[in-house]
């Protein structure tokens, strides 16, 4: 699979968490009849590709070894499979070892890496030799560090160099079908997350496939003062004007809602001029 101008219209990836732990209790599905019911409605509702975890990663998340994530992944994709075998499926890992199985035992064709490779020193080479599509996120730390590391001299220009130097390294590989995520709420403050957002089209300076994650997160909650169950209404202005801003991907836990705006974004693009 290449995504690299890959896409006419922007995409939506359904989030499927296999996890107790996520931050948005509605997203946590862990019976066999949870997941299947999931997998189901998100392709029902248009869900381009979907991201599976097994390793919540908000922030201070509790640690989980690998043996267990992959036994929670292994659980979740036979039933993903069962109930939509040509599905798009993304995994949400940063370890090499999960990465490698889940693509070659049961197909999996995207890995989603919240630390691009900065928790692993396999995962390069891993991607390198698995050839699927690579998602790069910018983060500091670890899921339970990061939010000790949000001071910034120049926030886009330290970012941006962090991507550069992600790319570089991957190209000397042979990779070069990457997706680039800035990693909203990842060792940021709610202040850098929208100054983020603003410019966001400096990404483009890649000329990469974007993807913006803000589905029901802080920075939202804290702007708006709603909770994680209440926020769907700002995740959703916020995906539209990512879009405006270059965004390709919507990575969100309401399938149809994301799309609805993504129809919207495509119908606005056509009455241009």
């Avoid at 699927?132 to 970012?159: C, S």
């Amino acid at each position: 699979m290449q995504l690299i101008n890959h896409f006419v219209s922007p995409q939506v990836m359904g989030i499927l968490n296999i996890t107790p732990d996520s931050f948005f209790s509605g997203s946590r599905k862990q019976t066999e009849k949870e997941i299947a019911e999931r997998v189901v409605q998100m392709m029902e509702e248009g869900a381009d590709m979907m991201d599976v975890g097994g390793y919540s990663s908000r922030p201070s998340a509790v640690f989980v070894s690998a043996e267990e994530e992959m036994q929670r992944l292994r659980f979740g994709l036979e039933i993903l499979f069962r109930e939509a075998p040509q599905a798009v499926v993304s995994i949400d890992t940063f370890r090499a070892d999960v990465a490698r199985e889940c693509v070659e035992k049961f197909g999996a064709s995207i890995i989603n890496d919240i630390a691009a490779g900065g928790l692993d020193e396999k995962m390069f080479d891993t991607i390198a030799d698995l050839k699927v599509p690579y998602i790069i996120m910018h983060m500091r730390g670890t899921p339970q560090t990061m939010m000790q590391h949000t001071h910034y001299d120049r926030l886009m220009p330290e970012i941006l160099l962090y991507f550069a130097e992600k790319i570089n390294r991957l190209h000397q590989k042979g990779v070069t079908d990457i997706v680039v995520d800035p990693g909203f709420g990842f060792s940021k403050t709610t202040a850098q997350n929208y100054e983020l957002l603003n410019k966001l089209e400096q990404f483009t300076i890649f000329d990469l496939p974007l993807l913006v994650g803000f589905s029901r997160k802080t920075m939202i909650r804290e702007v708006i003062g709603v909770s994680s169950e209440e926020a769907l209404n700002g995740t959703t202005a916020l995906d539209m004007f990512a879009l405006t801003k270059g965004a390709d991907i919507l990575r969100v836990h309401d399938v149809k809602e994301a799309v609805q705006a993504v129809q919207l974004y495509n119908k606005i693009g056509c009455n241009v001029g």
